[in-house]
């Protein structure tokens, strides 16, 4: 990993800035558009479809960012991105993050009407390809299965050369917001491990 974990919501608003002109692939072979115009596609239709789940939004929003960290690691790129913005956004945006690529997968495998993009259905194999049916038990049994198909739907949908979105701007109150809530759980979860310790003797 050459990278460091994103500290502040300064930060990854200044990475994502950086994502524009940033393509998927670094000769701009893949999807016809960069990396910050698609995660703001697909952060503005999971609004539209998950209006009160910011958390989901949010992992739209940076789930390509791994593109640019790690540069032509296709297979590892929602690994990176989860790792570096998990410290700042929570374990569950991590998660959504990382399973961007599994939940293509997954849909490869169950959806015979899915329709990827013609970069997406290249990396497939790279990624592992459609999933056996023992992977799908092991992907539907977790509870955010249906947010990280819905983050792999919206992230095949946000492809559109040209289409007008809000602006980068408008997400840092709502990251401020998730990263908060993320502090404050840790904080509860540290408490709740500390009133749990076993006491000793003095």
């Known amino acids: 990993m050459t ?9 990854l608003m200044g990475l994502l800035a950086d994502c524009a002109d940033v393509w998927d692939t670094p000769d701009r072979s893949g999807d016809p558009m960069d990396i910050l115009d698609h995660g703001l596609q697909v952060a503005a239709l999971l609004r539209a479809s998950h209006p009160a789940d910011e958390e989901l939004q949010l992992a739209g929003l940076v789930h390509d960012i791994g593109h640019h960290l790690v540069p032509a690691d296709e297979a590892g790129h929602g690994r990176h991105a989860a790792s570096a913005v998990e410290d700042l956004l929570g374990p569950r945006v991590a998660r959504l993050v990382a399973a961007h690529i599994p939940a293509k997968r997954y849909l490869a495998a169950t959806d015979p009407r899915l329709v990827l993009s013609p970069e997406s259905a290249r990396t497939l194999g ?19 299965h249906e947010a990280a198909v ?52 003095s």
């Open 150 to 201: 819905a983050l792999r739907r919206a992230d095949d949908a946000g492809k559109v050369v040209g289409l007008g979105v809000a602006a980068l701007e408008s997400w840092r109150p709502v990251m401020r917001r998730v990263a908060a809530e993320a502090v404050r759980r840790e904080q509860d979860r540290m408490s709740t491990s500390r009133s749990r310790a076993p006491l000793t003797e």
């Open 126 to 144: 790279c990624q592992g390809g459609p999933m056996s049916a023992r992977e799908q038990a092991e992907f539907e049994a977790d509870p955010d």
């Open 3 to 11: 990278y460091d974990r994103i500290p502040s919501v300064d930060a």
